[in-house]
């Protein structure tokens, strides 16, 4: 039996195969409603991660 084909080239990152979309138009971007509720450790990632909406939505509040 040989060699598996179909399979990524040897070597090659996840992030190099991975699908994605492209939206056609910003207008069809859709975000988080702002009622999402995270668990305290996912918030706290996402916080880290984006200070500026963080606060954004401290100040919503």
Do not use: C, I, K
């Not at 190099?16 to 009622?35: F, H, I």
């Not at 990632?45 to 939505?57: D, H, I, K, T, V």
């Amino acid at each position: 039996m040989g060699a598996d084909t179909a399979g990524a080239p040897a070597g090659s990152r996840y992030a190099d195969q991975r699908p994605y979309m492209v939206a056609d138009r910003l207008d069809d971007l859709r975000g988080p409603t702002p009622n999402l509720v995270l668990p305290p450790q996912v918030r706290h990632l996402w916080e880290a991660r984006f200070p500026e909406l963080a606060s954004a939505r401290r100040h919503a509040a």
